[in-house]
């Protein structure tokens, strides 16, 4: 940290900057690790932050903001040139905005580098207000995946005793508190994930009933109905394509698929086909897309459920941490690849 | 009709038979014309009905009655060497059952024959109160097509006043319904369908607000980009395959989809693959299989709602009708290559 010409302090700020829109699968080299300078205020008569980033979330939604701004999905696409964005967690260092002060913690989106400029948006920008749990939680468990995993389960799945639930993608940020929820619901749950240490996880750290390696089994509809001998009441989509057609062919009469993610199909040019959709109308089956940040009325109510539930044991918790933001571009390309084991998360700074 | 040896009149019964398991597109060589004969009663001691068969209904529906059992879909399987079933209207001739007498009307699942004897089941057999509207339109709009569009429509859609309704398949025995409730309520409608003739039908005789022939557009995503600048926030889905694809690039957020059926796949060895499904997520959109008899409770609240909305003209219908049970395989197989004009009943005997 230094002080400028004009007697603003400055420092050195790291970011990992988009090259170009990226095309298949996301490389290490689509992002460039660059350092610029950063004066350390809050631009004047602004109601924005200067903030410190500490952690930075991975998460697949990631792929959409890669791509062409008229190619991409709901999240607005990244600006070549500049730091990419995402969820994370941050120290207020200076504040125009009333409502928040030097030395607040917030969650919420953030440049990919060591201090930001953000204007607090509502249900983009989150007070932390329990730091009794990992400050790194807020990108995952207690963040944005975390109530994506609450609102897809509770709002979207319709839920009840008994009844079974597969998730796809079940050992990440989001599948994994998918499944806790459902056993808590008191329902028999199986976890399909990509390599057996991550399936040892769903059953032996998350209380999944069953789990299988999807990478491992010729036949996704077989492996279901093993798995299922009764069949799939609910399924919580994050995966999408081939795992879709399979899992229609083995859903129950009147069953639900709350569509949070289709991980498999991000980055393929041509999607994969879905050939089983007419089960949909033979079982009745009710097949619903949702966005977390149609949700965020529900977060206090969320926390109530799941900070208590932490420090009482009753909920797991995975991370798969990297150290530094230099590491940040091979940990956002190894998610796609299915690398991380647990909640990819990125440690820019421990304070 | 003749008296037998134990005192029974008898009468010649013709009968429509499934010779074997249809696969691909059903023929008119895969259903046999024969005569038999029947006992004009009930049988002794049964609960069961001898029914004279008046009209009998062509439903899309039945292409899954004739695989292979266990490649059927939510009806049960025709049986080979029988007549094949389906909805029809008949006249009791005699009856064992305590709620019916000799001379009722009913609506329900019948043979495809002169004369059937029927057991009645709820939700299958229904009695015909109402005989001051033409009696075939108890195979339609006032019957199991008709109660369709009555459930998908009102409580699968969550229609809105001012909202957009496309309906594929739109000029058959439920999209033709399924338009008119449409306005009704006032939303903009658009249909599709396979002629000139039905396009002219949709916009003439049923209020459609626009409509297009499928067969003459290059690209259905552009057809329906014309016909619906501002997005579809409803679509009726009759028809899947390439149209659902194109349907879900063009749908709004928080669109809904009804699905009813999937004709275009029902003769596919293979089925299409849909490639758009992202779009669910992106656009939270709902999907939504639905079987009429889980809503048949609201089958005396639809009467009242449609009985005097075609006494005062404010409904329209149209059926393609087929004279005689011999043509009842031409009218049947007709159906999935869109013959028919409007809802395609036969009549086997006018009384």
Not at 30 to 37: L, W
Not at 51 to 62: A, F, Q
Not at 150 to 159: K, Q, R, V
Not at 317 to 334: F, I, M, N, S
Request: aromatic share 12%; glycine share 10%.
């Amino acid at each position: 940290m230094s002080t400028g010409g004009n007697n603003v302090a400055t420092a050195t700020n790291k970011q990992i900057i988009l090259r170009d829109y990226v095309s298949g699968f996301p490389k290490e080299s689509d992002f460039e690790f660059t350092t610029t300078t950063v004066e350390l205020r809050a631009p004047e008569g602004s109601k924005s932050l200067l903030v410190k980033n500490l952690y930075l979330s991975c998460d697949p939604y990631m792929r959409s903001r890669m791509g062409k701004p008229a190619a991409s999905g709901i999240a607005q696409a990244f600006t070549v040139g500049k730091p990419i964005i995402g969820f994370g967690v941050s120290r207020v260092i200076e504040s125009g905005h009333p409502d928040y002060k030097k030395g607040d913690l917030i969650w919420g989106i953030v440049g990919w580098e060591e201090y930001s400029v953000v204007t607090p948006i509502p249900d983009m920008h989150f007070k932390i207000h329990d730091t009794d749990v990992p400050l790194s939680y807020y990108t995952g468990l207690l963040g944005m995946p975390g109530m994506t995993a609450y609102a897809g389960f509770y709002e979207i799945c319709s839920p009840k005793k008994g009844e079974t639930v597969y998730v796809s993608a079940a050992s990440g940020a989001v599948g994994q508190l998918v499944g806790q929820f459902a056993k808590m619901m008191g329902c028999y749950v199986v976890g399909s994930a990509g390599s057996q240490e991550k399936v040892d996880l769903l059953k032996t750290k998350f209380g999944f009933d069953d789990a299988f390696n999807y990478k491992e089994e010729q036949d996704l509809s077989a492996a279901l109905k093993r798995c299922f001998p009764k069949g799939i009441d609910i399924y919580f989509e994050n995966v999408g394509g081939k795992m879709l057609d399979a899992v229609l062919l083995n859903m129950n009469t009147f069953g639900r698929v709350a569509v949070c993610g289709m991980i498999s199909q991000y980055n393929l040019e041509d999607h994969e086909g879905v050939y089983n959709l007419t089960s949909i109308i033979y079982k009745r089956i009710r097949i619903q897309g949702f966005a977390v940040f149609d949700h965020y009325d529900k977060y206090s109510k969320f926390l109530e459920l799941v900070i208590p539930s932490i420090k009482e044991g009753k909920i797991a918790y995975v991370e798969d941490v990297a150290e530094g933001l230099e590491k940040a571009p091979e940990a956002l390309v190894g998610l796609f690849h299915g690398k991380n084991v647990g909640k990819q998360v990125v440690v820019v700074a421990r304070e």
